[in-house]
């Protein structure tokens, strides 16, 4: 199963926080782990390749005021996280709906829950998904894909960062964590190794912008805004399966840091 849920929020007391919170928000993951499991929250923690979850930065209505942004207690905040095993849902879902899970700490400052949202009649961006969900609902017909980069995007490149919106390197991102976390998946019907550089361009993008945020590693460039792709292959297969890569995008994020709250993505139907 896949699962992207959102936690709503509200801070007592007007307070600032940096401009980018979302290191704040990988923290506070860990930490609702760690309640449950901490041998899991540890293994989380550490250095792996392709971990089974994102975060967002804070969402919501920001005032700006000097280096810092202000949140009014006026109004209400949102977390998404998005999982893609589930053997971490389990034990987050058991903290997260359990009644004494009544405040979070972001920043150094408590914020009250006001409720855990797990669908998406209540939150376009809560969901939740089985592969065999996901797969059928990918069309073999559909050749325009919109993406809606919610969160600075970038793509680790050896020793610098590429912050453009390439076929090749979304799709690629996003396969990646597909093929690891959709059990039971066998890429048997398709053979095009070079499908997204060759197969896929972009034909439009809306809003399209270069962000920059500071992380504690230091500055991070990324890109935000809508794209359109379009996939050039005619064979059925092909098409439905980067459909279905588009799908996933929500649960996978896409480039790097997306623990951090990058590449935060969902797609625009």
Partial sequence: MFYSFIIKIRT??????????????YALFLDIVNKANPNLAKQLYEPNEVKPFTVSPLIGRFKSHNDSV????????????TIMDSSLFSPVISVLLDSSFRNVVIGGHRFDVLKIIVTPQEHRYASFETLDTLWNHASSESRIISLDFLTPTTFKSGDSNSFLPLPEKVFKSIEKKFLIFAHGF??????????????????????????????????????????YYQIKAKDRPIIKYINALAGFAKYSGVGSKTTLGLGQVIRNR
């Fill in 186 to 227: 066998m890429k048997k019907d398709v053979k095009d190794e070079d499908m997204f550089a060759k197969g896929i361009r972009i034909v439009r993008f809306d809003n399209l912008s270069t962000n920059v945020i500071e992380l504690k590693q230091g500055k991070q460039i990324g890109f935000t805004g809508r794209v």
């Fill in 70 to 81: 202000m949140l009014s207690k006026e109004d209400d905040f949102y977390i998404r996280i």
């Fill in 12 to 25: 007592p007391e007007d307070i600032f926080l940096p401009p980018y919170t979302g290191h704040f928000i």
